[in-house]
């Protein structure tokens, strides 16, 4: 392997993520999966609109938005009566890119493709089998005992990580729920496809969302289902309780995909441990429910790659690295809370339970202020540093965004003078908003050389310095100042 390359292990969202962000800023990568080939079924099935902005700026997206569901909608029952409808897709707040359903063999196709263009490929049949590191890189094994060297380890490979085991890390947490019953069928029924459906049922929940090619999806909460339960079997389940749960003529003409699951609340102790680090489900496994799984992975690769670029290019210390889980660990353990009670409120069996979620929580979440609320809180456009290691600290009622908040999309202009949307300029680049006549420019390259992009908008009263991951750096006027964040941040990872 080539001096200061990182190895990835596992190629599926978080790990192709972590490669082309990597690759985009000029880092030399390779990906291994120990799966044969590229998945054709998958699990995730919805991509937030944070998700949808990660895939922009890492130059992703391309036709996934064309390729999608718009089912933006949920709706629930409770025997034959609507009793809950919640409308996903409008936060609240400005939005680059539209959530999608859309299945996530499909994310991981239009991630391969960018990775090809940015010159990288995943090694199939490659599993990572042991691991050992000291202070210059780590070892990894390969499935077929060749041994080969990286300057760094990234762990992507799921919540049964090898990475992570073999790195000594501690992944804490139990079982929340017995199993659910899990396929993409082809029915024959009369059901809007312009939102998901669900059903509350004394027998157990069941939902509905339809997907690309007319299929739909279906989860259903079956806790009497064996662990081994073969297709045959889920698929006469299935057939018997569609119709009992959802009061529906309902018929399963073609199944597609059938399988199981129980759901896991799962963290890891530590996000890194030396030059091993790890990102995605190796590092938290949550409920399916609120679609919040694919999402945090890209979120956690995408702060990765540009934190552990500009370490392997020794423009940064190794410290730096440390705000990647100061960052984004306290965010998967509010995930975990609000997916692990979603969980709960979903399977209740006893009286008391499904009364107050019936008569109690239900009433409430159908309230419109509610409603906005959980939509904003699931998109993760929200999400945000300002408390973190690398944001200086700002008065209460400070204009927004502080250091640390996410930056919206805009329009913005080039040093040319054309007009160019400040997220197509994040691929892999730092970006400094400023007026023209601004001295932070040099500031910025001096610390930063060509990783910087400049963006000009006249008549601004202050200068902006915007991470690759969308979030706001610093802002200010004074071009020292920026000049000690910079300094400080690249070389220890905190400001405070």
């Known amino acids: 392997m080539a001096d200061g390359e990182v190895l990835i292990a596992g190629a599926g969202p978080a790990g192709l993520a972590v490669a082309c962000g990597l690759l985009s800023q000029g880092v030399p990568v390779r990906i291994i999966d120990k799966a044969e080939g590229p998945a054709t079924t998958s699990r995730a099935n919805f991509v937030h609109a944070r998700g ?17 569901v718009r089912a933006m909608r949920i709706t629930t029952y409770l025997g034959d009566e609507p009793v ?12 680059a890119a539209p959530p999608m359903v859309v299945s996530q063999a499909a994310v991981e196709a239009a991630l391969r493709g960018r990775l090809a263009e940015l010159g990288g490929a995943v090694d199939w049949s490659t599993p990572l089998t042991d691991l050992r590191q000291d202070a210059g890189g780590v070892e990894a094994t390969l499935g077929d005992g060749a041994t080969t060297r990286a300057a760094w380890l ?7 990580s090898t990475t992570r085991r073999r790195a000594g890390i501690g992944f804490r947490g139990g079982r929340l729920s017995e199993r659910f019953l899990l396929a993409d069928v082809r029915l024959d029924w009369d059901l809007d496809r312009s939102g998901t459906t669900g059903w509350i049922h004394p027998d157990g929940m ?5 997907m690309p090619d007319n299929t739909w999806r279906i989860i259903a909460y079956d806790p009497d289902l064996a662990d081994d339960a073969a ?8 057939r018997r309780q569609l119709p009992e749960r959802t009061g529906r003529d309902v018929r399963v003409t073609e199944a597609e995909w059938l399988s199981t699951f129980t759901v896991h609340r799962r963290l890891a102790d530590t996000y890194r441990r030396g030059r091993v680090l790890i990102a995605g489900d190796a590092a938290h496994t949550h409920a399916p429910f609120g679609g919040q799984g694919m999402l945090t992975g890209l979120g956690d690769a995408e702060n990765l790659a540009w934190k552990l670029a500009l370490v392997v290019k020794g423009t940064a210390g190794q410290p730096l690295l440390d705000s990647y889980e100061a960052e984004r660990r306290p965010l998967a353990t509010e995930v975990l809370r609000g997916t692990s009670a979603v969980t709960r409120m ?15 929580a239900v009433p409430v979440l159908n309230l419109p202020a509610v409603q906005r609320w959980i939509t904003y809180q699931t998109s993760q456009l929200w999400v945000s540093y300002h408390t ?3 944001a200086e600290k700002s008065l209460p009622l400070a204009p927004k965004p502080r250091p640390g908040d996410r930056v919206a999309d805009g329009t913005y202009r080039a040093c040319d003078g054309s007009p160019v949307r400040l997220y197509t300029q994040l691929r892999g680049h730092w970006a400094l908003i400023s007026d023209a006549r601004s001295a932070a ?11 910087v992009t400049i963006l000009h908008q006249a008549g601004r009263s202050d200068t902006y310095l915007v991470r690759p991951d969308g979030h706001l750096a610093w802002r200010g006027t004074d071009p020292e100042r920026l000049g000690s964040w910079l300094s400080r941040a690249l070389a220890t990872g905190r400001v405070r």
């Open 441 to 451: 420019y040099g500031v910025a390259r001096a610390h930063l050389a060509d990783r």
């Open 154 to 160: 990234v762990g992507c490979d799921g919540a049964a």
């Open 52 to 68: 949808s902005e990660v895939l922009d700026r890492l130059g992703a997206l391309g036709t996934l938005p064309q390729q999608s």
């Open 231 to 238: 297709g045959d079997e889920i698929l006469h389940r299935l």
């Open 346 to 360: 979903n399977i209740t069996q006893r009286p008391v339970g499904r009364f107050v979620r019936d008569r109690i």
């Open 388 to 390: 973190g290691p690398l």
């Open 206 to 210: 069941v939902g509905a969302m339809p």
């Open 84 to 95: 809950m409808r919640i409308r996903f897709g409008d936060p609240g707040i400005r939005s």
